[in-house]
């Protein structure tokens, strides 16, 4: 792991080997992730994928997150369009840097919307979308707030500070925005329909966090999209049915470059 001066600021980047020849594989976190918070249950799923796909890696945290610099302590720090500047601007600014043209992008939750927007606009080998949301729907509201109640009785708030240097900035910047008035009419499902690469969507049957209803305005928007709806799984798939959301990138990315 080291830091990288991105468009300003330092963000926490951790590079996986693999060989030259083939599109490495980039990993966009969720709301309140990080680059340790891809290790779910002992498994480090970058890792993982990696080697299961034969690829190079690059995991990073957004600003505020994991060990990349910390955001103002003003509330509130992010915008409602946060994923399309993360998408636009900071996303191709740290590929350049690391000289990486045409990735496969592998992102999770807000990760995944990121992913979606900047397949949108730039040309990538591939776009894997776990769990994304191209709108918002009221049970993503009423999980964030349940998560505001957890994070302040201490519960969540000890979990999520083993992985981010300042977890109170972490968590606050991806609640208040969430729930913020301005942020009620994401729609990315007009910039969806111009992805032309190939594009994988993964969600659990049992997301906490969203309806099919996501990966049906997807499909609609992209119709060259393979889906894989998973049984018995929540809003992260690869903690909650791994193997199998393994197996599904895997097969997904046998055809490509």
């Known amino acids: 792991?080291?830091?990288?001066?991105?468009?300003?600021?330092?963000?926490?980047?951790?590079?996986?080997?693999?060989?030259?020849?083939?599109?490495?594989?980039v990993?966009?976190?969720?709301?309140?992730?990080?680059?340790?918070?891809?290790?779910?249950r002992g498994v480090d799923w970058p890792m993982a994928v990696?080697?299961?796909?034969?690829?190079?890696?690059?995991?990073?945290?957004?600003?505020?997150?994991?060990?990349?610099?910390?955001?103002?302590?003003?509330?509130?720090?992010?915008?409602?369009?946060?994923?399309?500047?993360?998408?636009?601007?900071?996303?191709?600014a740290l590929l350049a840097q690391l000289e990486i043209e045409q990735p496969v992008l592998l992102g999770h939750s807000d990760g995944a919307t990121i992913a979606l927007l900047h397949a949108s606009r730039f040309a990538v080998s591939g776009c894997i979308a776990m769990a994304p949301h191209v709108l918002v729907e009221d049970i993503?509201?009423?999980?964030?707030?349940?998560a505001t109640q957890a994070f302040a009785t201490g519960e969540l708030r000890e979990r999520l500070a083993r992985h981010h240097a300042d977890?109170?900035?972490?968590?606050?910047?991806?609640?208040?925005?969430?729930?913020?008035?301005?942020?009620?009419?994401?729609?990315?499902?007009?910039?969806?329909?111009?992805?032309?690469?190939?594009?994988?969507?993964?969600q659990g049957l049992d997301d906490e966090y969203g309806s099919m209803l996501q990966l049906d305005e997807i499909a609609?928007?992209?119709p060259q999209a393979v889906q894989r709806r998973l049984a018995a799984c929540g809003h992260s798939p690869q903690r909650d049915q791994p193997q199998q959301t393994l197996d599904a990138v895997v097969n997904f990315l046998k055809p490509a470059a």
């Open 1 to 25: 792991m080291h830091l990288m001066n991105i468009n300003g600021s330092q963000l926490e980047v951790a590079q996986i080997a693999g060989p030259a020849g083939r599109a490495p594989i």
């Open 27 to 40: 990993f966009l976190h969720e709301g309140l992730g990080s680059v340790s918070l891809w290790t779910q």
């Open 50 to 92: 990696c080697k299961a796909t034969g690829r190079a890696g690059v995991v990073y945290s957004r600003r505020g997150y994991g060990k990349s610099q910390a955001v103002p302590t003003v509330r509130p720090y992010l915008q409602p369009d946060y994923m399309q500047r993360e998408a636009w601007e900071v996303l191709p």
């Open 140 to 146: 993503a509201v009423q999980a964030i707030s349940e």
């Open 167 to 202: 977890v109170d900035g972490a968590f606050w910047q991806w609640n208040d925005v969430w729930l913020s008035d301005g942020f009620r009419g994401m729609d990315v499902r007009t910039e969806c329909r111009a992805i032309s690469a190939p594009l994988l969507l993964v």
């Open 220 to 222: 609609r928007a992209v």
